[in-house]
């Protein structure tokens, strides 16, 4: 066995530390960006301090969406078509473990922690675990493409749009028990319990519907643009935004009134957004394999490539237990 002599390791340090700093550690960011590329099987990582990408994770073939468990030691991602969830170590993005799970395209964790749902898109089923064991309690059978989920605030029930029947079902999350399965427009993908109300977005009728979550009957219609497919509210609880995907564009409606005071355009598919802690919105770009970073005062943007049909998208920066303490900053 030869020994590596002094001279030779003296030599090899500033290779060593050019390489070091070239491929920085996620542990070193201030904060990180995590994005699933759907078509990549791949999560992108990106500081989001530097604004660049610092790593790419391996999966096995088609991540969709991700969620953060209750305790927040690990974001579970779905691996659709590989019938896995991958948990992560959500302020590394180091992998802890690999769980089988059919079909897991879209997951949520309900509010009081107690339940995780799972929608199978392409199964056609709704799978209800017990979010401390991971045990599936109740598989239900839901005609067609369980698409999007969100629960009541009291965790009682889960509501979850099937794409391809236009339809919104209502699911007690103790029994499986379906309490109602209603018409609610052309194509429904983003749901939201907000104000009392479901806001449920129609990539088919390019806007929201407001549904009474009660028995699923439709209130009033809200116009947004072509493509509507995702809902997200504000950290402070004041706007609603909308991507419109096919549109190109992102609505920002009032909480309160759901009017629609404007609109920027954001080209390549606006799909998923996240808040970050300067103000911006973090958007991944589903038809540019990019993700913008855009000033919601003036609706201006940069972005940074990823993989392929970039999906999901969470940033860890909200989050007081999982991000990491800005470098150079007191603790």
């Known amino acids: 066995m030869k020994h590596c002599r002094p001279a030779a390791l003296l030599a090899a340090m500033p290779l060593l530390a050019c390489l ?15 994005v699933l590329n759907s078509a990549d099987a791949s999560i992108s990582l990106i500081d989001v301090g530097q604004r660049r990408e610092i790593r790419r994770i391996p999966v096995l073939r088609e991540p969709h969406h ?15 078509a590989g019938n896995t969830v991958f948990f992560l170590d959500p302020s590394t993005g180091e992998v802890q473990r690999q769980l089988p799970i059919s079909d ?3 997951l949520q964790f309900s509010p009081d922690g107690k339940w995780l749902v799972v929608n199978g898109l392409a199964r056609n089923q709704v ?33 979850v749009t099937l794409q391809e029947t236009s339809r919104l079902a209502a699911i007690d999350l103790a029994t499986g028990a379906v309490l109602w399965d209603r ?25 929201l ?7 699923g009957h439709i209130e009033r219609r809200v116009a947004t643009g072509r493509g509507a497919h995702n809902i997200f509210a504000t950290p ?10 096919v549109d190109g564009s992102i609505s920002v409606l009032d909480a309160t009134t759901l009017i629609v005071g404007r609109s920027f355009r954001v080209a390549g598919g606006p799909d998923d957004l996240d808040f970050a802690p300067d103000g911006k919105i973090w958007a991944t770009l589903r038809f540019a394999h990019k993700v913008a970073i855009i000033d919601p005062a003036s609706g201006q ?14 940033l860890n920066t909200h989050d007081a237990l999982s991000a990491p303490v800005a470098l150079n900053q007191p603790h």
């Open 127 to 159: 799978d209800i675990y017990d979010a401390a064991t991971m045990r599936l309690l109740k598989r239900v059978p839901l005609a067609a493409m369980p698409s999007h989920l969100n629960y009541s605030p009291d965790s009682r029930v889960v509501y």
């Open 66 to 80: 991700m969620a953060l468990t209750p305790d927040h030691r690990s974001l579970l991602v779905g691996d659709t």
């Open 301 to 314: 943007y940069q972005t940074i490539e990823v993989g392929r049909s970039p999906h999901g998208i969470w």
């Open 183 to 207: 018409d609610v427009g052309k194509t429904p993908a983003g749901v939201l319990w907000h104000a009392g109300k479901l806001l449920v977005a129609l990539m088919g009728a390019d806007g």
């Open 20 to 34: 070091l700093a070239a491929h920085p550690r996620a542990s070193d960011a201030a904060g990180l960006a995590f």
């Open 209 to 215: 519907a407001v549904v009474d979550p009660a028995d």
């Open 236 to 245: 402070d609880g004041k706007a609603i935004y909308v991507a419109n995907r």
């Open 104 to 106: 897991p395209y879209q």
